[in-house]
T-cell receptor, first 114, second 111 residues
Framework: DAGVIQSPRHEVTEMGQEVTLRCKPI?????LFWYRQTMMRGLELLIYFNNNVPIDDSGMPEDRFSAKMPNASFSTLKIQPSEPRDSAVYFC????????????FGQGTRLTVV | DAKTTQPPSMDCAEGRAANLPCNHSTISGNEYVYWYRQIHSQGPQYIIHGLKNNETNEMASLIITEDRKSSTLILPHATLRDTAVYYC????????????FGEGTQLTVNP
């Protein structure tokens, strides 16, 4: 398996623009997570899905952020409108089930909002 | 999930064992200890986890004290590629695969 695939790897956008980050989890994994990493706040969980249903979105910073999982093989994280403080590395991870199993992380998307 | 405390940084000589400590004094009976690491510019990588027994896999060993209030991750023969930030995470079984990352320990393996 190719692992968790995220695209794009790098994104530079202007403030106010819409940004969409994409994630393809490992086939057969039922749980999917979006994390954000910054120097100031470290790794933060934004939202996680189980069987394509959002379970906990308490980490989503504000209404400008939204995440969807239309099917088991694809998820998006959208920021609209983007702001410079959204600049960070966004990681997607998946795991086989909600129980005690390891999570597999993608390589991340480095977002820069100018 | 219980809070963990780790030293911010450690150094280790290449080829020697790296012992990374973690305190989790408020851990409860159904919480597991997980270790992940993050090599620069990459996503976090799972290393090992355990409940109360010591665990070993191809990457590392996990030693959990009898009272479960602390643990040690052991990399038996550290290499330069083991330079990374190591995260100790305590997680409840009922919280699914949700992981709450702290600040971790920056391990630097020196030649």
């Amino acid at each position: 398996d190719a692992g968790v695939i995220q695209s794009p790897r790098h994104e530079v956008t202007e403030m106010g623009q819409e940004v969409t980050l994409r994630c393809k989890p490992i086939s057969g994994h039922n749980s999917l997570f979006w994390y954000r990493q910054t120097m100031m706040r470290g790794l933060e969980l934004l939202i996680y899905f189980n069987n394509n249903v959002p379970i906990d979105d308490s980490g989503m910073p504000e209404d400008r952020f939204s995440a969807k999982m239309p099917n088991a093989s694809f998820s998006t994280l959208k920021i609209q409108p983007s702001e410079p403080r959204d600049s960070a590395v966004y990681f997607c991870a998946s795991s086989p089930d909600p129980g005690n199993t390891e999570a597999f992380f993608g390589q991340g998307t480095r977002l820069t909002v100018v | 999930d219980a809070k963990t405390t780790q030293p911010p940084s450690m150094d280790c000589a290449e080829g020697r064992a790296a012992n990374l400590p973690c305190n989790h004094s408020t851990i409860s009976g159904n919480e597991y200890v997980y270790w992940y690491r993050q090599i620069h510019s990459q996503g976090p990588q799972y290393i090992i986890h355990g409940l109360k027994n010591n665990e070993t896999n191809e990457m590392a060993s996990l030693i959990i004290t009898e009272d479960r209030k602390s643990s040690t991750l052991i990399l038996p023969h550290a290499t330069l590629r083991d330079t990374a930030v190591y995260y100790c995470i305590v997680r409840e079984e009922t919280s699914g695969s949700r992981l709450t990352f702290g600040e971790g320990t920056q391990l630097t393996v020196n030649p």
